[in-house]
């Protein structure tokens, strides 16, 4: 068994969503001064590897801590996207084979397990390019809901388009009251580990926020 941290740094100046927050932090007390080592940290709730809740796109869905802790840990299958094409929309053909019967085996989802797309962006984390990463079409985000799935991730800035006057991803995966978990990275071990039969388990807990509509996290893969 290996674990694989599937989550970017937190840093100062870090990339956000735009129009989010800014991510600043700095020294608050020093060992020196004060006895102890304490940050003030300056970010917004959808900062860094970050689950969104339903509540994100409707005040009327449910906030963070209204989801069942299963949404954000299980069994997970993760869909090879790396062949995608700048601003590519991803449908529902990528996924059929993921989702269709046997096709992984003992490793395909299970009806409310976790999905993760791999679309290998991460590489561009840092840079302008990081803008123009595939998506999720609203049929494929339908397909996956229609299949009981109810987590799922991407390497990316977002499931949908950057930037985006509409969210349909975000509107049928929330409607679904499904998580969705984007910022991630490092996804290229766990097709590894898939393609050598290994299971894959994820967490991606959240902080307990009352009333939120997301929160970082510190997603890591659990494989063998």
Known sequence: MRLI???VPVATGM??????PRVAIAPAL????????????????QSGTHVDAPF???DALPTLDQLPLERFWGRAVVVDARGAAPRTPLGPSLFEGSLSEGSLSEGRPRAGGIVLVATGWSRHWGHDDYLAHPYLTPEAA???????????????????????DDFPAHRILCGAHAVIAENLTNLAPLLGAQTAGEPIEVSL???????ADGAPVRAVARVG
């Open 15 to 20: 990339p956000v969503y735009p129009g989010d």
């Open 205 to 211: 807990l959240p902080l307990r926020l009352p009333a």
């Open 5 to 7: 941290d599937l989550s």
């Open 30 to 45: 020093s060992a020196a001064a004060d006895g102890v080592n304490v940050l003030h940290l300056d970010m917004g709730s």
């Open 56 to 58: 994100h796109i409707d």
């Open 142 to 164: 339908e397909l996956l809901v229609n299949a009981g799935i109810r987590t799922v991730g991407i390497d990316a800035l977002s499931v949908d388009a950057t930037p985006a």
